[in-house]
């Protein structure tokens, strides 16, 4: 099991960001569909409510662990 690395309250900033963003993507993917910018804002939206639901981030692991190497 992966070990959480985020607060309850990062958690919930991330899932209501990522929400917000994903909405965002998708009406403007409606609108003009061919543009891969909006592709994009959906992958990273996405990943920003799947890191507050398993409130797990590999970038503060990351982070971490070079914090410690120092």
Do not use: D, H, W
Request: positive net charge; proline residues 1%; charged residues 15%.
């Amino acid at each position: 099991m992966i070990k959480q690395n985020i607060g309850i309250l990062n958690a919930l900033a991330r899932i209501t960001c990522g929400l917000t963003f994903l909405t965002i993507a998708c009406c403007n993917m409606i609108k003009r569909s061919r543009q891969t910018g909006n592709i994009i804002l959906t992958i990273l939206a996405a990943m920003k409510v799947a890191e507050g639901i398993v409130r797990y981030c590999p970038v503060t692991t990351i982070i971490q662990k070079l914090r410690k190497q120092s």
